[in-house]
């Protein structure tokens, strides 16, 4: 299965006011493995960036004007991606934003079952929070010390490591890698049967004493008498 993180920077919050995204990284994972490819691309959103934006991502229209525009990415974009399932923090932003640009250039918009949240999967798994990006870092010991500033590449290489342990997909690796190491691993579907004879009994004749004696206690209404009238016990012997 391919999977691919992805995080976007924005001119700001809210793309019916006109905002646009200026940046995109996407990590590949197969399996729940990284590749090594990913994808990056800063963007000219041919508009100003919010100052609360920059605050965030630190880009700035100056660095972003000799770059290209979504049209003349979203090609490279799309072939990047293709018909993988998309993972994001928070998805439902960026899934506006990316289906926004792809409506500008004519493109198909990208459904909304392909995406998987994060922020819903960390929610689930910790209900009592927080659940930022930076604080599941903290919660599963990954090293997020170079995240100065929001950067959509290193986001979503942060994100992936996030991602396999909220699924697990850690632990899964270490199958993978034992088959890819010619170790094969066969699970077969096998009809228990009866044994032809029954096991002799290990109790001593003292304790079953003891045991008959304890029954008796418990009266005839005892859930044991009934238990022993099904006949579970000969067939557990």
Same mark, same amino acid.
């Given at each position: 299965?391919r ?12 793309? @019916?006011? /006109?905002?646009?995204i200026?940046? +995109? ?6 399996n729940? +493995? ?6 990056h ?10 100052? $609360?934006?920059?605050?965030?991502h ?6 972003l004007?000799?770059h ?16 993988s399932?998309?993972?994001?923090h928070?998805? $439902? ?9 792809? /409506? ?11 995406f ?15 659940n ?18 929001? /950067?959509a590449?290193l ?21 993978l ?6 170790? @094969?691993?066969? @699970? ?21 004493i ?11 209404s005892?859930?044991? @008498? ?12």
């Open positions: 299965m999977e691919i993180v992805f995080d976007t920077e924005t001119t700001g919050l809210d793309c @019916s006011n /006109g905002d646009r200026i940046e +995109i990284g996407c990590v590949e994972l197969l729940c +493995i990284p590749t090594g490819r990913t994808y691309a800063y963007i000219n959103p041919k508009r100003s960036i919010s100052t $609360g934006a920059v605050l965030v630190g880009l700035t229209d100056e660095f004007r000799g290209p525009c979504f049209e003349d990415i979203v090609e490279a974009f799309c072939d990047f991606v293709a018909e399932r998309l993972v994001a928070n998805a $439902g932003f960026d899934r506006t934003f990316i289906n926004y640009e792809l /409506g500008l250039c004519g493109r198909s918009l990208i459904e909304e079952h392909r998987v949240d994060t922020l819903t999967l960390a929610r689930r798994r910790h209900p009592n929070g927080p930022s990006l930076d604080a599941l870092c903290g919660r599963y010991g990954i090293d997020n010390s170079a995240r100065t500033l929001h /950067g590449l986001d979503a290489q942060i994100l992936a490591e996030v991602y396999l342990e909220l699924i697990g997909g850690r632990q899964a690796t270490l199958s890698s034992a088959i890819a190491e010619g170790i @094969s691993w066969r @699970s077969e579907s096998r009809r228990i049967l009866p044994r032809p004879t029954a096991l002799p009994s290990r109790l001593t004749p003292a304790e079953e003891a045991h008959a004696a304890f029954i008796a206690e418990l009266g005839p005892a859930l044991w @008498s009934r238990y022993r009238a099904t006949g579970l016990t000969s067939q557990a012997a």
